[in-house]
């Protein structure tokens, strides 16, 4: 029975030295003290085989084992428990600086932040916003503009054609004919949309770009109107403190015609590379609404008068967000576009 009991000692030592885990050790448990099936039990119920003369010896080898035993699983279980619980809390802590997982948010494309920016501040001045169609007739996207069958100036504007009668309009001028048919005068109409010609792919020109254009009609309308229109525009457009100049230009549909420029938004009028050392930056094209226009749609330009203006868009939203290459606005790259 001694033998037995170091025999038991023995195996108890190597089980408890390979149970690594709270589950092996719960199981060496069940197997030394498990009430039914239990080694130590079983060695204590034999005891009362052990001859007298032995059984004081047996029996304190026996308690003594048992003492060990449990004293030492009580111990080991303890230890193990609390690795087993910091284990578990560095498996489960969330590590708080870690940068968040953010969904992406849409942005809106800077074309149409800039396209919205010039609605609102028309709209402010009581314009209505008529986006007019893409594709045209001869009728309004030249011949009621007053460009005559063979006026030279048809070759600037390089046309796609999409039939023998229709066409991609090449300026949102089309708008101003549409609107002095439908409605009568007073008229404040602001448009904003895309126009085709057919230019090479350039840096700083496209084939499809986007165009702004504004048409006031009324009684006793001069250029003074037109001119401080224009420059609260481009003030709220750009900064209050851009300056304007008025050059003389040439349009079919307005008489007298101008250019205007502002101050370069770059160097504020000091002369850089952008702005080709001039101090300023040609922005839109304007004029007084020329009398046979108005006359094509059926208005008395001896009792009413207007001016219209035009300008791109994208070239505005290259300059505000300095952008170097058109293409930029047309590519549709994400991580471009997110940046706005
Ligand atoms: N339609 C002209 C262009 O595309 C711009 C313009 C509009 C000029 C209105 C005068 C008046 O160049």
Redesign the pocket.
């Known amino acids: 029975m001694l033998d037995e009991i170091q025999k038991a000692s023995a195996e108890f030592e190597s089980a408890l030295a390979a149970a690594t885990t709270s589950r092996a050790l719960d199981e060496l448990r069940l197997r030394y003290f498990g009430r039914k099936e239990g080694l130590v039990p079983a060695l204590f119920s034999r005891l009362k085989e052990v001859p007298k003369e032995q059984k004081k010896d047996v029996g304190d080898a026996l308690n003594r084992f048992r003492d060990h035993a449990e004293a030492i699983l009580k111990e080991r279980s303890a230890s193990l428990a609390n690795a087993e619980a910091a284990q578990k809390e560095a498996r489960e802590t969330i590590d708080v600086t870690l940068p968040g997982r953010l969904p992406r948010l849409g942005h809106l494309h800077p074309i149409t932040i800039v396209r919205r920016q010039m609605e609102s501040i028309f709209s402010e001045m009581g314009y209505s916003i008529d986006p007019g169609p893409e594709v045209e007739t001869d009728w309004y996207n030249f011949e009621a503009?007053n460009f005559t069958p063979d006026h030279p100036a048809r070759d600037?504007?390089d046309t796609f054609f999409l039939s023998e009668k229709l066409l991609l309009r090449?300026?949102?001028?089309n708008v101003?004919i549409r609107t002095m048919e439908s409605f009568r005068p007073p008229i404040k109409v602001m448009s904003c949309g895309r126009?085709f010609r057919r230019d090479e792919i350039t840096m700083r020109r496209s084939p499809m770009f986007h165009?702004a254009?504004?048409?006031l009609v009324d009684r006793g309308i001069h250029i003074g109107h037109l001119r401080g229109t224009l420059e609260h525009f481009l003030h709220r457009l750009f900064t209050p403190d851009t300056k304007i100049r008025m050059r003389p230009?040439f349009?079919p549909?307005?008489e007298p015609?101008?250019?205007i420029d502002i101050s370069c938004v770059f160097c504020g009028g000091k002369g850089c590379g952008t702005c080709s050392h001039t101090g300023w930056m040609e922005i839109?094209?304007?004029?007084m609404?020329h009398p046979q226009v108005l006359r094509n749609v059926g208005i008395d330009p001896e009792e009413w008068s207007g001016?219209?203006?035009?300008?791109?868009i994208d070239r505005v939203a290259m300059l505000k967000f300095d952008l170097p290459n058109i293409r930029t606005l047309f590519e549709n790259d994400l991580r471009v576009l997110s940046q706005f």
């Open positions: 503009l600037t504007q090449t300026h949102t001028s101003q126009v165009q254009e504004g048409l230009s349009f549909f307005t015609s101008a250019e839109l094209g304007c004029g609404v001016f219209a203006f035009g300008m791109g």
